[in-house]
């Protein structure tokens, strides 16, 4: 069916190169559905809904979290997979785990985590943390560690870096569908970022209409609707409508790319050491000055960081208390210390596991 269905250059079941830990596969699931189940039924995924993603919880029960943020990038992939011929079921497994390794308090988190790893010669980095996760945290089979789940999946975790992630990150063997889900992230937490920073109040609709991304999405809107009236109905389909363009957009040069390119199979896509998943040059702009318009007004603003700088010091406060006393870790996490792992590995799975919610209380409990 994958033959009938799917383009040549698509990852497709019977090129898989398999599990590390041998399993008898299923005749109902394909590995890749299988990878995205165990990830959804992981513990790591069910504490993505109590981490921030940019809006901590404080702000209200509508912003998005990390979790969904990681739904929202698994449908986009899937709707840009299916549209490109590619495998959706891989791509949405990695998107439903590309956030896993995420610290409470979002990127914020994970820079005062990486600050407190430097001077032990280690580091954090979000992806990383998220393989390291499905590769070793996560302990629900009796005969290894992790999820097991396939090559491609784990493969995909690195490969997919954001913009937001590492700007300059090369794509070196990259599938297609890790590469798509890399540019669904981007389009998700732009789109979903201006609907937060809307309901914040942070930024309004007057502030959007000075950008041209904003003003073509709102004309295509108001042929459709005609004008109106109600102003979150209005922003709702115009948010609607700026997902609608980046998709199409993406599809289109995707597909254009791949046919310059010359690319006929898997192969062909492992060896080019380009971007073949990319904008046209026009929307590339009009993200580029939409991102930065976010930068300003929500990222950077002063309620944002002041609430970040709170949570930067939680993570900073509790990996000091439990490096100098590691037995107020659990008693799971001193048993990895005492069976000769790194106190500050330990400390580090420990505090990106942590939701922020946890991370409070254990900062006012040991406080």
Do not use: C
């Not at 070793?136 to 995909?156: A, D, I, M, S």
């Not at 702009?285 to 990222?299: C, D, G, P, T, V």
């Not at 439990?322 to 990895?336: F, N, V």
């Not at 790194?342 to 420990?350: S, T």
């Amino acid at each position: 069916m994958e033959d009938q269905t799917l383009a040549p250059y698509a990852v497709k079941t019977k090129d898989s190169r398999g599990r590390k830990y041998p399993e008898k596969e299923e005749t109902m699931r394909l590995p890749f559905q299988k990878d995205r189940d165990r990830i959804l039924h992981s513990r790591a995924f069910r504490r993505l809904k109590m981490k921030t993603q940019v809006f901590v919880a404080h702000y209200g029960d509508h912003y998005r979290t990390r979790m969904t943020h990681s739904l929202e990038v698994a449908q986009v992939s899937r709707d840009v997979a299916r549209a490109l011929g590619l495998n959706e079921d891989l791509a949405e497994a990695i998107a439903m785990a590309h956030d896993l390794g995420h610290t409470p308090f979002g990127h914020a988190g994970e820079h005062a985590l990486d600050d407190m790893m430097k001077p032990f010669g280690l580091q954090f980095e979000h992806n990383q943390q998220s393989k390291r996760i499905v590769e070793e945290v996560e302990q629900v089979y009796p005969g290894f560690h992790g999820l097991n789940l396939t090559f491609e999946t784990r493969q995909g975790l690195m490969k997919h870096q954001s913009p937001w992630d590492q700007a300059n990150s090369e794509f070196t063997g990259a599938s297609l569908e890790a590469q798509v889900v890399n540019l669904a992230d981007e389009i998700a937490y732009n789109n979903h970022d201006v609907d937060d920073g809307l309901r914040s109040g942070l930024i309004t609709e007057a502030d959007l209409k000075k950008l041209p991304i904003w003003q073509k999405a709102a004309e295509a809107v108001e042929r459709e609707y005609g004008v109106i009236e109600i102003p979150y109905v209005r922003e709702s389909r115009t948010i609607s409508a700026m997902f609608g363009q980046m998709i199409s957009d993406l599809v289109r040069t995707t597909s254009s790319t791949l046919g310059a390119a010359n690319i006929q199979t898997l192969d062909d896509v492992y060896r080019n050491d380009g971007k073949l998943v990319h904008f046209s040059e026009t929307q590339f702009a009009l993200n580029k000055a939409l991102m930065s318009f976010l930068s300003e007004r929500i990222y950077f603003h002063p309620d944002v960081l002041k609430l970040s700088h709170r949570g930067q010091g939680i993570i900073k406060d509790l990996f000091t208390t439990y490096h100098a006393d590691s037995s107020l870790l659990p008693k799971e996490e001193q048993a990895r210390v005492a069976q000769g792992e790194r106190l500050e590995i330990v400390i580090k799975d420990y505090l990106s596991g942590m939701t922020d919610e946890y991370a409070e209380q254990e900062w006012e409990r040991l406080g």
